[in-house]
């Protein structure tokens, strides 16, 4: 049972526009969510994260919209670098709960 | 601040051996926890330890074990591995289930 997706497997933009990755849950419990940026050979890298009690997050290029009716997040990436070329994953957790919860991640394409 | 560090970074066994991998948690934090990444996957949760003891057990066979020392180090083990348990293994670190920090990853294959 996936209860974190990510539909699109890849996905590919120019630089310097706007990267949209999608996410979406089922368990209504999670009320916490973050996003981890992946290179190849490391670890995930913490990216930006949301709360159940916000709709909107903003860090710096990075902005996160939590939609709780739709079970749905996305991060939103403006303007889009080269750097931001990676895997990312969406992750979900529930309060008390030990484990974060993984989509299986969108490989995100910045092309010069 | 170190970060999280894992050991080794790839290592190949045969299917029924067992393996040991190892983690160094960040400075300052005491709870560890370990997850699977199969390719083309996102991580799966393993099991967390905080303060030495399992504190939450994720769908996988008691094969998977672990332990956590008073450094607040720990290692996963595997017993007679399969070849299903290739795959990235994945260390993180946090304070309280806060601030997750995660390592390399092991690189693990079983042929």
């Known amino acids: 049972d996936q209860q974190v997706k990510q539909n699109s497997p890849s996905l590919s933009v120019q630089e310097g526009r706007i990267s949209i990755l999608n996410c979406d849950y089922t368990n209504s419990m999670f009320d916490y969510f973050l996003w981890y940026k992946k290179y190849p050979a490391e670890g995930p890298t913490f990216l930006i994260s949301?709360?159940?009690?916000?709709d909107k997050n903003e860090d710096g290029r990075f902005t996160v919209f939590l939609n709780k009716s739709a079970k749905h997040l996305s991060l939103h990436i403006v303007p889009s670098q080269p750097g931001d070329s990676a895997v990312y994953f969406c992750a979900a957790s529930a309060e008390g709960a030990q484990k974060l919860v993984f989509g299986q991640g969108t490989r995100l394409t910045i092309n010069p | 601040e170190t970060g999280v560090t894992q050991s080794p970074t790839h290592l190949i066994k045969t299917r029924g051996q067992q393996v040991t991998l190892r983690c160094s948690s960040q400075s300052g934090h005491n709870t560890v926890s370990w997850y699977q990444q199969a390719l083309g996957q996102g991580p799966q949760f393993i099991f967390q330890y905080y303060r030495e003891e399992e504190n939450g057990r994720g769908n996988f066979p008691p094969r998977f074990s672990g332990l956590q020392f008073p450094n607040y180090s720990s290692e996963l083990n595997v017993n007679a591995l399969e070849l299903d348990d290739s795959a990235l293994y994945l260390c993180?670190?946090?304070?309280?289930?806060?601030?997750?920090?995660f390592g390399s990853g092991t690189r693990l294959t079983v042929v």
């Open positions: 993180a670190s946090s304070y309280d289930n806060y601030g997750y920090t």
């Open positions: 949301i709360s159940s009690i916000k």
